[in-house]
């Protein structure tokens, strides 16, 4: 009997041994000093700017294209709500323009045509 359990510790003992962690794609980390989230293994850092915000976009951590993405970016500040277009900006950025950005501020960004797809992706500022 007491074999038995020896053996059976062994195995679950061996067993812990050999799980595979999972890793992330790609890092979490901002590279601009912004708000980093992951979406669909694509990292989103927002950078809240004087003028509005920029978006950078990263995929496995090499950038990727901006282009023909665009959205809408909602900006949610207490009980006011501010809508602002979301615009390709060149490389791996897009651009938003008119809003003023400050702590607190909880937003969405409502994207399209990200590798053809539509994706949401919600930050705080903090």
């Not at 359990?5 to 901002?30: F, Q, V």
């Not at 008119?98 to 797809?117: C, F, P, Q, T």
Request: glycine share 12%; hydrophobic share 45%; with cysteine.
């Amino acid at each position: 009997m007491k074999l038995k359990y020896l053996i059976s510790a062994l195995s679950l003992a061996l067993s812990c041994l050999c799980i595979n962690t999972a890793l992330a794609h790609g890092t979490a980390k901002p590279l601009h000093g912004g708000i980093v989230q992951m979406v669909n293994d694509i990292g989103f850092e927002l950078v809240a700017q004087p003028d509005g915000a920029t978006i950078y976009l990263m995929d496995h951590d090499k950038p990727m294209a901006s282009k023909g993405i665009t959205g809408k970016l909602t900006v949610l500040q207490g009980s006011n709500k501010i809508e602002a277009d979301i615009k390709e900006a060149g490389d791996n950025t897009l651009r938003v323009l008119g809003v003023k950005l400050g702590k607190g501020d909880k937003l969405v960004a409502a994207l399209s045509n990200v590798g053809g797809k539509s994706m949401t992706v919600r930050f705080t500022i903090k």
